[in-house]
């Protein structure tokens, strides 16, 4: 491979944000006149979407209880609204659906999309809930939900489709993607500059490096002399000592095989994603038990049926990522999908036969308070660790490229490493997921 000795700027894995980052400083560059795509230099081991951004279920969701996730979802979903054929985007909308334990949340957080522009209608109450939902879906039969958060902006985009799409836009910027491209290692300079990358295919010489591996950010991290675990203050003042800095959680998702278009909204229109939290028994529809504690589901309409999840399995620290593992979902999970969703409407009823032995659910490898880690770790390298919330996090890269030319980002700054030292953590939300 002809791959160059050296890269002003040398960015590492071809998912959403080594993409994004790779495509937006292109742009900034030439804006600036400071130089051009032809600066950059992108190498992935395996090629574009290989990783976790190829096998996304693609959801785009502003709704998160903590106020920076909030703004920087907001900043993504103009970023994906920017150029939607592209992205391979779908405008939907995105709809929250809770039991009484998040009505607080989900208003809270309505309150602040009201005040950031997010065009969005919140519902409380039983009657009043299943009187919206049956009015956009008039099979609509869950019960206990108090309270529906409809954002009007958001929905999902096709993950492959759209990777694809961004690296276009890239190359067409002159930025050179190199695939099968490993980076085995990293040479520094006494202050802990990098100043030159190892590969399988010989060394680069760079000015800068931004890493975007997706869950294999462990390994990078331990490649330029990072610590596995770190003490982390609470904002209350306590410290926990010796917490992993990561640790991997198992996404569980899956499809069923029917005509896409037998879901949609009442009067024949492409429905939102839908995401339901509740405390109501679950069971299926022969009437088997499957949990009554409190679960989750969330789906979505398509290419070639109705695709979805629920909630993560904990794998712990000690886990190797390569080869990335997919479609090994836990056995129980189709019966609790598929029950989950003929609980929620009845065109689902007796979908189980149709689920669907898809390659989907792959694994994330989330930070020590779950939140994403975006930040210099050496005084050239900037690490973009997005603990799993980050397909929809297309703008992260448009903001990194403005922080490597030297410019500040107040949406990236409460992400700063330096937050688990000092206390500054985000407030924890009531949902049972790792991710919200
Ligand atoms: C099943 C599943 C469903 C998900 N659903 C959603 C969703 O609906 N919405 C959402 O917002 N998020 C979702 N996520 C999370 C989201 O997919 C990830 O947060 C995001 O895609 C990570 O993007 P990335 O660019 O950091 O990494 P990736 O997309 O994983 O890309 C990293 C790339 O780095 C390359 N690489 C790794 N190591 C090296 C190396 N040493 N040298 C060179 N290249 C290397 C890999 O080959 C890979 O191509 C989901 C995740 C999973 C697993």
């Given at each position: 491979m002809d791959l160059p000795k050296s890269a002003r700027f040398l960015v590492i894995g071809a998912g959403v944000h080594g993409l994004s980052t790779a495509y937006h400083l292109a742009c900034e560059l030439k804006a600036r006149g400071?130089?051009?795509?032809?600066d950059i230099l992108l190498v992935d081991?395996?090629?574009?979407?290989?990783?976790?951004s190829g096998i996304a279920c693609g959801v785009v969701r502003n709704?998160?209880?903590?106020p920076a996730m909030s703004e920087l979802m907001a900043a993504n979903v103009e970023v994906w609204e920017s150029d939607p054929a592209a992205y391979h985007y779908n405008s939907v909308g995105y709809m929250a659906l809770g039991p009484t334990a998040q009505e607080s949340d989900l208003t809270e957080v309505a309150e602040r999309q009201e005040q950031i522009g997010y065009a969005n209608t919140l519902i409380t109450g039983e009657a009043a809930c299943t009187a919206y939902m049956k009015d956009l879906f008039p099979d609509w039969r869950a019960q206990g939900i108090t309270v529906v958060l409809h954002e009007h902006r958001g929905g999902f985009a096709f993950n492959i489709a759209s990777m694809h799409g961004i690296a276009g836009k890239a190359k067409a910027e002159g930025v050179r993607i190199a695939e099968d491209v490993r980076v085995t290692g990293f040479e520094m300079d006494g202050a802990g500059a990098v100043t030159s990358v190892r590969t399988n295919h010989g060394d680069i010489d760079v000015e800068q490096v931004i890493v975007g591996v997706g869950p294999w950010v462990p390994e990078i991290w331990a490649m330029l002399g990072l610590p596995p675990k770190i003490d982390v203050r609470t904002p209350a003042g306590e410290v926990h000592r010796e917490r992993d800095m990561w640790t991997y959680w198992y996404l569980q998702e899956g499809e069923i095989a029917v005509?896409?278009?037998?879901?949609?909204?009442?009067?024949?229109g492409a429905p939102p994603v839908i995401h339901v939290d509740t405390d109501a028994p679950l069971r299926s529809?022969?009437?088997?038990?499957?949990?009554?504690e409190l679960w989750g589901i969330y789906y979505k309409r398509d290419r070639h049926g109705v695709q979805g999840g629920a909630a993560p399995l904990p794998i712990g620290s000690?886990?190797?990522?390569d080869p990335y593992?997919?479609?090994?979902?836990?056995?129980?999970f189709p019966d609790m999908w598929c029950a989950a969703l003929s609980h929620c409407m009845g065109?689902?009823?007796?979908?189980r036969p149709l689920y669907k032995d898809a390659r989907s659910g792959g694994a994330g490898a989330f930070t020590a308070d779950n939140f994403p880690v975006f930040d210099y770790?050496?005084?050239?390298v900037y690490v973009i660790a997005d603990s799993n919330h980050g397909?929809?996090?297309?703008?992260v890269g448009k903001e990194v490229a403005r922080v490597v030319l030297g410019e500040h980002s107040s949406l990236l700054y409460?992400?700063?490493?330096?937050r688990f030292a000092t206390g500054d953590l985000h407030p924890v939300s009531n949902s049972p997921y790792p991710w919200s």
């Amino acid at each position: 491979m002809d791959l160059p000795k050296s890269a002003r700027f040398l960015v590492i894995g071809a998912g959403v944000h080594g993409l994004s980052t790779a495509y937006h400083l292109a742009c900034e560059l030439k804006a600036r006149g400071e130089g051009s795509g032809a600066d950059i230099l992108l190498v992935d081991k395996a090629g574009i979407a290989a990783g976790a951004s190829g096998i996304a279920c693609g959801v785009v969701r502003n709704n998160y209880y903590q106020p920076a996730m909030s703004e920087l979802m907001a900043a993504n979903v103009e970023v994906w609204e920017s150029d939607p054929a592209a992205y391979h985007y779908n405008s939907v909308g995105y709809m929250a659906l809770g039991p009484t334990a998040q009505e607080s949340d989900l208003t809270e957080v309505a309150e602040r999309q009201e005040q950031i522009g997010y065009a969005n209608t919140l519902i409380t109450g039983e009657a009043a809930c299943t009187a919206y939902m049956k009015d956009l879906f008039p099979d609509w039969r869950a019960q206990g939900i108090t309270v529906v958060l409809h954002e009007h902006r958001g929905g999902f985009a096709f993950n492959i489709a759209s990777m694809h799409g961004i690296a276009g836009k890239a190359k067409a910027e002159g930025v050179r993607i190199a695939e099968d491209v490993r980076v085995t290692g990293f040479e520094m300079d006494g202050a802990g500059a990098v100043t030159s990358v190892r590969t399988n295919h010989g060394d680069i010489d760079v000015e800068q490096v931004i890493v975007g591996v997706g869950p294999w950010v462990p390994e990078i991290w331990a490649m330029l002399g990072l610590p596995p675990k770190i003490d982390v203050r609470t904002p209350a003042g306590e410290v926990h000592r010796e917490r992993d800095m990561w640790t991997y959680w198992y996404l569980q998702e899956g499809e069923i095989a029917v005509d896409p278009l037998m879901f949609d909204r009442a009067g024949g229109g492409a429905p939102p994603v839908i995401h339901v939290d509740t405390d109501a028994p679950l069971r299926s529809d022969d009437g088997r038990l499957i949990t009554e504690e409190l679960w989750g589901i969330y789906y979505k309409r398509d290419r070639h049926g109705v695709q979805g999840g629920a909630a993560p399995l904990p794998i712990g620290s000690d886990f190797d990522v390569d080869p990335y593992p997919t479609a090994s979902v836990e056995p129980a999970f189709p019966d609790m999908w598929c029950a989950a969703l003929s609980h929620c409407m009845g065109r689902f009823e007796g979908c189980r036969p149709l689920y669907k032995d898809a390659r989907s659910g792959g694994a994330g490898a989330f930070t020590a308070d779950n939140f994403p880690v975006f930040d210099y770790m050496r005084p050239n390298v900037y690490v973009i660790a997005d603990s799993n919330h980050g397909y929809k996090m297309i703008g992260v890269g448009k903001e990194v490229a403005r922080v490597v030319l030297g410019e500040h980002s107040s949406l990236l700054y409460p992400f700063r490493f330096d937050r688990f030292a000092t206390g500054d953590l985000h407030p924890v939300s009531n949902s049972p997921y790792p991710w919200s």
